[in-house]
């Protein structure tokens, strides 16, 4: 029995998935560490800063409202780290993230005893809620610290 030269299978080569494929593989499997912590490290600077100049204006009455000013630099340190370094994406990021998390959750409650504070408090709404410290301002760290926290916890992307 003799094999033809004609029937010879022919291998087609697969072209390697598109940048945007492999990260939609990687989602799809729940494998975002690196792109949370970068998420991370994006948002935490800008987002201190933004603190920065409105706790300026508020002239810093409290000593805690240098808190999220002292933790963005650090958080975004952190979110570099864990996209360099599986460890410090363990380590670091989460400890930091919390850390900023808490630093929110602690903000709303205070700007809330601000607002309540001012003449009025809550029964004069549409000054002291304008006027008075944003409300829902510092849910903002709250949110940058737990995309860190999910980071450390997600898979790393192949």
């Known amino acids: 029995m003799r094999i033809s030269r004609s029937l010879s299978v022919r291998r087609t080569r697969v072209p390697p998935p598109s940048p945007l494929e492999r990260w939609w593989e990687n989602v799809s499997h729940g494998r975002m560490q690196r792109t949370l912590a970068a998420a991370t490290a994006a948002s935490a ?3 201190g800063i933004e603190i920065y100049f409105e706790h300026f204006r508020g002239s810093f009455g409290d000593k805690w409202m240098w808190t999220p000013v002292a933790l ?3 958080l975004s340190a952190a979110g570099v780290a864990g996209v360099q370094s599986r460890q410090a994406a363990r380590t670091w990021l989460p400890a930091l993230s919390a850390l900023y998390c808490l630093d929110g959750l602690i903000g709303v409650i205070t700007h809330v005893r601000g607002v ?3 003449p009025g408090g809550f029964r004069e709404p549409l000054f002291n809620i304008v006027m008075g410290p ?3 301002a510092p849910g903002s760290l709250a949110l940058v610290g737990g995309m860190g926290i999910a980071a450390a916890a997600l898979g790393r992307e192949r």
């Open 116 to 118: 309540a504070r001012k």
């Open 134 to 136: 944003p409300l829902l």
């Open 45 to 47: 600077l800008p987002l």
């Open 72 to 74: 963005s630099p650090a």
